[in-house]
């Protein structure tokens, strides 16, 4: 199985401030028709997760442009360009390489 | 409206079953496929189950192959988790979640599943 590891496990921001999530892969995400299958999701309190950014730095439909994907192989990142308080919750990376369909154990984004 | 409803979480006995279903609507859903993710505070997500929009396809880790069993009815928008020989730790929230491009981009609200004594 792929293990995918995050860091931090979380993070307290200053609203307006930047914040940067690092997510490690055990193995590639980088598929023979040249897609990294790397996602991030964001649970906000009370909710269920909800697809952010898709194959490492596209954001999904609506996300706002403050966040950012980037990475290759198996280093990526998240970054929040300026903390707003409705990003509060945790912050998954996926794969979706390999099954079984892996996630990290999440970083929590606290506002300070 | 584009929506994924949960229901039949509960709480039932260690070697006990229980059958979710998800109910899905605004969308075309044989189109998709449609998966189980659950979570708990020590395990975080964890991906069940999926099946392909015909249900011809069945995809599952080992961890619950022979136990948890997806499937689905096209003719009613609905998934179902049928769950078997429950353990302690099958104790979650499951989550009903649509996949598209190899992402989940829609998720319900969840069902909690508790198994204990």
């Known amino acids: 199985d792929i293990v995918m590891t995050q860091i931090p496990l979380s993070l307290s921001v200053t609203p307006g401030q930047p914040a940067s999530i690092s997510c490690k892969s055990s193995?590639?995400?980088?598929?023979?028709?040249?897609?990294?299958?790397l996602y991030w999701y964001l649970q906000k309190p009370g909710q269920s997760p909800q697809l952010l950014i898709y194959?490492?730095?596209n954001r999904f439909s609506g996300v706002p442009d403050r966040f950012s994907g980037s990475g290759s192989g198996t280093d990526f990142t998240l970054k929040i360009s300026r903390v707003e308080a409705e990003d509060v919750g945790v912050y998954y990376c996926?794969?979706?390489?390999?099954?079984?369909?892996?996630f990290g154990g999440g970083t929590k984004v606290e506002i300070k | 409206e584009v929506q994924l409803v949960e229901s039949g979480g509960g709480l039932v006995q260690p070697g006990g079953s229980l059958r979710l279903s998800c109910a899905a609507s605004?969308?075309?859903?044989?189109?998709?496929?449609m998966n189980w993710v659950r979570q708990t505070p020590g395990r975080g997500l964890e991906w069940v189950s999926t099946?392909?929009?015909?249900?011809?396809?069945?995809w599952s880790p080992d961890s619950v192959k022979g136990r948890l069993t997806i499937s689905r009815d096209n003719a009613r928008n609905s998934l179902y988790l049928q769950m078997n020989s429950l353990r302690v730790e099958d104790t979650a929230i499951y989550y009903c979640?649509?996949?598209?491009?190899?992402?989940?981009?829609?998720w319900g609200r969840g069902t909690l599943v508790t198994v204990s004594s």
């Open positions: 979640a649509r996949r598209y491009n190899r992402y989940f981009d829609l």
């Open positions: 605004g969308f075309t859903f044989n189109s998709y496929e």
């Open positions: 099946i392909s929009g015909s249900g011809a396809q069945i």
């Open positions: 193995q590639s995400l980088l598929d023979s028709d040249g897609k990294t299958y």
């Open positions: 194959e490492v730095s």
């Open positions: 996926m794969q979706s390489i390999q099954l079984p369909l892996t």
